[in-house]
């Protein structure tokens, strides 16, 4: 139990931090409108970090379905315990979701692109091309997976871990991020999509449930792919 409500608790803050910082670059009369990419990258390199730390106290802190399937398949983490962390993650992702909503209410008020607003919960591909969209979910996700179980292995980033995951996912959403926004992430994507489905926001429009799938199949897909490619490699 106290790891499930950790898992809650870290993807919590995890978007709260992450899709906060995408609400304060985008929405209207925001101070920090129009501040740019590179503070959305760095803005969610932070929020991994303090979700991982976070939750890292009761459980293993893994805020991402994709991490937590790319772990299990490695021998790492226990199938048995692979449901209830993604129900945490999704739970976690819906608060987070709520709680921007709630946190920056008067800017959705006044920010009518709803393409904007939807930015706030959910990815969205620059150049809608199915394939290549799939394609660059799993490749950004298989650089977080193994990562993660490349860091795990070296002893010399022993209590790091969670910096250095950070500074990952900042390099993967500079490098990778441009054509989907980089979701490598599930719950991430699918949990705050849902609250902006049923959230009462002004001139919202749709939550784009047509695109909705890759963000879910193919971060799974290429965590898959990096365990097992980890695997051949580090037997």
Known sequence: MSAFVSEIIGTMLLILLGNGVVAGVVLRHSKAESAGWVVITFGWGFAVMIGVYAAGIYGGAHLNPAVTVGLA???????????????????????????????YKPHYDVTEDAGLKLATFSTAPAIRNTPFNLISEIIGTFVLVFGILSFGANTFTDGLNPLIVAFLVV???????????????????LGPRIAHAVLPIKGKGTSDWGYSWIPVVGPIIGAVIAALVYGILVP
């Open 73 to 103: 398949t490695a021998g790492s983490f226990p199938w048995a315990d692979v449901p209830a962390y993604i129900l945490a993650q999704f739970i976690g992702a819906f608060i987070g979701a709520v709680l921007v909503f709630l946190h």
């Open 171 to 189: 390099s993967i959403g500079m490098s990778l991020g441009g054509p989907t926004g980089y979701a490598i992430n599930p719950a991430r994507d």
